[in-house]
């Protein structure tokens, strides 16, 4: 997101792109509007970006935005910093479950652990990865190119387990 490296900070309008691409689950775009005001939304993203470089730091600024949790705070770095992050959402954890079975929603310590090893996660598969060509063809592979991959391999693949669980 250019506007992160050119403003430094991040609107409500932006939050609610960011929702939007992540699926508008449950009314998300209005609700992070209804609950934050501007100047807390700016505040918090300001300082995130300003610490984009630890990720335990920066998801903990976001995560004191209201109604953005774990899910939506990793989109935002993605967004920000997509050499670096990567989206942590529901369907990469239940794949993950293994390694990331102890995150615990609302609690801040423990998301941010969790988000740590996703990384870490993410870093293991980047460094093998850097061998093959990424999907913009030129460079490195991005974390952000990590997460997504996971992301569509965890769909697919939790999909057809949970339709299995349920029959």
Not at 22 to 31: A, D, I, T, Y
């Amino acid at each position: 997101m250019q506007k992160a490296k050119n403003v430094k900070h991040l609107e409500v309008k932006d939050l609610q792109s960011i929702a939007e691409w992540g699926g508008p689950e449950r009314g998300r775009p209005e609700r992070i509007e209804a609950e934050n005001n501007p100047n807390s939304v700016r505040t918090a993203t300001k300082k995130a970006i300003e610490q984009v470089h630890s990720p335990e730091k920066s998801l903990r600024e976001l995560l004191g935005l209201k109604q953005w949790g774990l899910t939506y705070a990793s989109k935002t770095l993605r967004f920000i910093e997509p050499l670096e992050h990567g989206a942590l959402d529901s369907w990469i954890r239940l794949s993950l479950t293994p390694i990331l079975w102890d995150i615990k929603d609302g609690k801040n310590n423990s998301m941010i652990r969790g988000y740590s090893k996703f990384l870490a996660v993410c870093k293991e598969i980047q460094h093998t990865a850097n061998k093959e060509t990424n999907p913009r063809g030129i460079g490195p592979w991005w974390i952000a190119d990590i997460g997504d991959a996971l992301f569509e391999f965890a769909r697919a693949n939790n999909s057809l387990t949970e339709k299995s669980a349920y029959q």
